[in-house]
């Protein structure tokens, strides 16, 4: 068995000894023991690194992340959240997609005033209606255990 010091681990993954300590105590990670002062981790901690790192590119939090490994640290995928974020980020890229097409038409833009132009009229009503969305929705997410 092959083990790494936090500053190994640290080194290898480019990641603080202050976020490994932060996944430690949140669950996501254990040391195995220590060397003197110095916390010591199974080699295949990098490999648990590599998953966290992934399922935060995702966009999951680490509490999501944490339930994705069952009681023994064993990877334990949720099938149905991987495609439920899967679709959650389909609708981010149409988002980004129109905004990306709605600023490229306002840099084109002929008309002297933008605030003239029908489609750059479409593009801030369009924002100012998913800025509302979001605002009615932040109280009900407030709610939810973290």
Request: contains cysteine; positive net charge; charged residues 30%.
């Given at each position: 068995?092959?083990?790494l010091d936090?500053g ?9 000894a ?7 105590e ?11 002062l110095?916390?010591?981790y199974?080699a295949?901690?990098?490999q ?5 790192a ?12 944490a ?9 334990a ?16 890229i149409?988002r ?21 132009c ?12 998913r800025?509302?969305q ?6 009900a997410?407030?709610k939810?255990?973290?």
């Open positions: 068995m092959s083990e936090i190994q681990v640290s080194r290898q993954s480019g990641l603080p202050s976020t490994l300590r932060y996944y430690e949140r669950g996501l990670i254990r040391p195995i023991g220590r060397n003197g110095r916390r010591v199974e295949a901690v990098m648990r690194l590599a998953l966290i992934l399922g935060r590119a995702a966009g999951f939090s680490l509490e999501e992340i339930r994705m490994f069952d009681a023994k640290g064993n990877f995928v949720d099938r149905p959240q991987l495609l439920r974020k899967a679709g959650d980020l389909d609708q981010q149409l980004l997609q129109a905004l990306r097409d709605g600023l490229r038409h306002a840099a084109r833009c002929t008309q002297a005033d933008h605030l003239q029908p489609t750059f009229q479409r593009l801030m009503n369009a924002a100012l209606r800025h509302d979001t605002r009615t929705l932040a109280p997410q407030k939810r255990p973290r």
